[in-house]
């Protein structure tokens, strides 16, 4: 996809993609090369170590209360509804 859109633009604009997360697990394992212990991972996964690691993914840590990912899966209060 990023170099679909750096495709389409002009030469020298550069195309970033950031990752957002909440969870600490993640961050570990995408700061990792290879699998480690972990079994049953795809590929996918593992390209996507590598786009971290080449810095053409730029990761970066979202709040639990600002994370509308995760409004459905907890039960969240009336005010965090609004």
Same mark, same amino acid.
């Given at each position: ?14 195309? @970033?993609?950031? +990752?957002?997360?909440?969870?600490? #697990? ?10 480690? $212990? ?12 590598? @786009?971290?690691? +080449?810095?053409?993914?730029?990761? #970066? ?10 409004? $459905? ?10």
């Amino acid at each position: 996809m990023q170099a679909c859109i750096q495709f389409l633009l002009e030469d020298g604009v550069k195309v @970033e993609f950031t +990752l957002n997360w909440d969870n600490s #697990a993640d961050k570990a394992f995408f700061f990792r090369s290879g699998v480690g $212990r972990i079994r049953h991972i795809s590929v996918r996964i593992l390209w996507f170590q590598r @786009e971290v690691k +080449l810095g053409l993914v730029s990761p #970066a840590t979202v709040c639990i209360r600002d994370n509308t990912a995760d409004l $459905r899966t907890k039960r969240p209060n009336r005010d965090r509804m609004r």
